[in-house]
């Protein structure tokens, strides 16, 4: 007979882990489901984000950074370093051991949580009086119920048509964050998040690298200022960058690859490279799910229905994270994935898509949360702009660290926070005191009358909502 579950929650990445935790700490009996395996076969729990993509990324780019700083900027400070030396192997498998903390830190959590955990892959079997039969099959196949379940399946990287990954040639984000020796060439397909993360971790290692992209404005989804910010840093940082190309065709021989394309002038091109990533977007990953034997319903793009509450049309089936409709974050899958536990147990799980904020980890780094001001125009909405240049900060200046700027957008009449927008330092960081403060509905004035500390990047946030009044004292 299978075991019996309160809960089951299919996939053990932010959304799914998550979910599992909480569900555990409000008395559920809860089990999850995960099939990533690490090196040895083992599992690894904590899905894209752990495995392949933020957390390992993270890493690489703080190792790449250092590494820039000893060559380039070091000597500034009067540090005179020998020759420079890169070990790449070594690198790698720091940042290895950074993901496998994690994986083994989840594992942790499970067990302090009286979580049960199934590693392999699991799908329906069919509704029973007690809930769903879920399969899991892992080393040894087995099933369990579960009176409520929780999809938390993740997604995967999409492909260029005519140029699937093969991930030593052509890359996903995977293959980009395992390369055994730093190409001469390398070129990205896409400009969005990761592609410009993994372009900038390579460039700093000594790659050439190239982006093309297709849509004509850089970084479309992020204020227009801050874009235009970021894309001359970006530049004057040597990453070659060309907008509106249409891509024909993709090569792969022993050389390497090229790509045929269009200019967006209409000019046909060709790039060689040694390595191409291909970064543009993932898709809901439901391959194995078996949804059809219970009735489970998928979009048009195959991601699951759910509707405001992250319920699927299935009684006691719910989705989160990347699966179902909104952005593809690691911390909006997370707060899902609390909500949905606390709903279960008759709460009101609470998640406000208008405050989720927006980080992209390059230096400078770009984070963001609320409207842009193209979105407000397009709306219609009077508003106040306030900006505030890093240059004018002491703590940025005594970190060398001057790019970019603090961006607050307020309503004309109210002065409620709209937007906040930063491309700097630690923009990742400084991001937080704007979600709390927008969650509050606070205004830019209480932003600008709250005492800050100094010398601190975070004056520059006081500073951009002084500007909003036009009053920065700074500047």
């Not at 089990?31 to 904590?46: F, L, Q, R, S, V």
């Not at 399969?135 to 997604?155: D, L, N, P, Q």
């Amino acid at each position: 007979m299978s075991k019996q579950f309160d809960v089951v929650v299919i996939g053990g990445g932010p959304g799914g882990y998550i979910a599992a935790i909480r569900a555990a700490q409000l008395g559920f009996n809860t089990a999850c489901i995960d099939e990533w395996k690490n090196g040895k076969g083992g599992p690894a729990p904590g899905g894209t984000c752990t495995n392949v993509g933020c957390i390992p990324s993270k890493a690489l780019l703080q190792s790449s950074e250092h590494f820039e700083h000893a060559g380039h900027h070091f000597a500034d400070h009067g540090i005179q370093v020998g020759k420079l030396e890169l070990d790449l192997a070594k690198m790698l498998s720091r940042k290895d051991a950074v993901v496998k903390q994690n994986n083994d830190g989840i594992l942790y959590l499970f067990k302090k949580n009286k979580v049960a955990f199934f590693h392999g892959r699991g799908s329906f079997v069919k509704a029973t009086e007690t809930g769903y039969e879920i399969k899991v099959a892992g080393a040894t196949e087995e099933s369990i119920v579960g009176k409520h379940v929780i999809v938390a399946t993740g997604s995967s990287p999409r492909a260029l048509p005519g140029a699937p990954f093969d991930e030593e040639l052509v890359l996903s984000n995977d293959g980009a964050l395992r390369i055994p020796a730093v190409p001469k060439r390398l070129g990205l397909i896409g400009s969005g998040v990761i592609g410009l993360e993994m372009g900038s971790v390579w460039r700093r290692l000594g790659a050439e690298v190239t982006v093309l992209e297709a849509l004509p404005t850089f970084l479309g989804a992020v204020d227009e200022q801050i874009a235009k910010e970021a894309h001359k840093a970006f530049t004057k940082q040597g990453l070659k960058v060309e907008l509106g190309v249409t891509v024909a065709e993709v090569k792969t021989d022993k050389k390497g690859v090229s790509v045929s394309y269009s200019s967006a002038k209409g000019e046909a091109k060709l790039l060689e490279v040694d390595r191409l990533i291909v970064s543009i977007g993932r898709v809901a990953n439901t391959t194995g799910l078996n949804h059809e034997a219970v009735g489970l319903k998928l979009d048009e793009r195959g991601a699951i229905v759910v509707d405001d509450d992250c319920k699927t049309n299935l009684p006691n089936v719910w989705a989160v994270g990347d699966v179902v409709r909104g952005p593809m974050l690691a911390h909006k899958a997370e707060e899902e994935g609390v909500a949905v536990a606390e709903r279960i147990a008759g709460q009101h799980g609470h998640v406000n898509f208008n405050t989720i904020p927006w980080v992209i980890y390059t230096s400078p780094e770009i984070a963001w949360v609320g409207q842009t001001e193209q979105q407000l125009k397009a709306a219609g909405r009077a508003y106040k702009s306030g900006t505030f240049p890093f240059m004018a900060n002491g703590r940025a200046r005594a970190l060398g660290d001057t790019t970019g700027m603090v961006k607050f957008l307020a309503d004309a009449k109210t002065d409620e926070i709209l937007g906040v927008h930063i491309v700097g330092p630690f923009a990742s960081e400084l991001i937080s005191e704007a979600v709390v403060a927008m969650e509050f509905k606070a205004s830019a004035e209480d932003i600008a009358r709250i005492c800050h500390a100094h010398p601190s990047l975070s004056e520059a946030t006081k500073e951009a909502a002084l500007a909003v009044d036009k009053r920065t004292l700074n500047f």
